[in-house]
């Protein structure tokens, strides 16, 4: 189970025909961020009605990316290709519309194939070994990543211990593969990132990491829900980036409403995006509007063009 951050590093440093074989983000522990730069990818959660309703499909993504959008990076949900995962033809079709608009395939968060958390071995077992078809998918589309949740026990200690285990044994596999495993906070003990990064230290392997999301923090929700209903109890939002932001291999600025000045009115992107800055991070941050006041197109626009205005601010 145990990889070691020198292990990694000497690993990173091995080079064939002057290609790293380092992870993307290798950059960031040499580099630094001297100057506040990153690429903005587009969610494709933002625009979930319509790929959900079938006004769009899967392989439109890449070109609606950059040409509605002039967003050149795009995250993928594997619930809008679930039966896809291993057929290399609709993959090729999918990597080369990306290759022809110039659009990078960042990754695929990933939903709905088990609990990896799970109290049961067997359950867990289960899950692990269902990621795997993504972990190969993502590295077929030339993604970084894949995003998973962390759900399962409902009790700490347990969670912890199978958490360890499953996000353990899964990111065995992406180191494999050089394919990050990356967890977000995305309800319950996933939300607390101070459990969570326990975890990351414990499995000890630089292919697993965190996607820190600017608005997922709730912990607990009313009559035990995990969706939907009201949360009762909530992890510090900027404290959990803050906390999270040393393992994030990238970044989902969530967002659900704008001011007439363009600020987000529920989150303070200034003061998430200088955590950000702090923590030395270069990578990839995508823009994931959630909100129902504007409609998907504006939303994504008005997120954006904040990212863009604070990132020219910080630099």
Known sequence: MKNT?????KKALIATGGVSLAPRWISKL??????FDFQISLAQWSL???FFSGKLDNLDFPATAKNQFDIEAVEYVNQF??????DTRYLSELKKRADDQGVSNVLIMVDNEGPLAAPEQSERMQAVENH?????????LGCHS?????FGAREEETWTSAAIDGLGRLAEYGMDNEIGVIVENHGGFSSNAAM??????????????????FGNFCIEREDGEMWGSPCVKEYDIYQGVR???PWAKGVSAKSFDFDDDGNETTIDFRKMLSIVKDSGFTGTIGVEYEGSNLPPEEGIQATKLLLEKIRSELS
């Open 5 to 9: 951050r020198r292990d990694f590093i």
């Open 30 to 35: 040499a580099q630094g961020n001297a100057d």
């Open 48 to 50: 979930n009605q319509h």
């Open 81 to 86: 290709f679930p039966d896809k995962a291993e």
């Open 132 to 140: 795997y078809k993504w972990v190969d998918a993502a590295k077929f």
């Open 146 to 150: 894949i995003r998973v949740n962390l």
């Open 196 to 213: 969570l990064v326990h975890v990351l230290e414990q499995i000890d392997n630089e292919w697993a990491g965190t996607l820190p999301d």
């Open 243 to 245: 906390e999270m932001m």
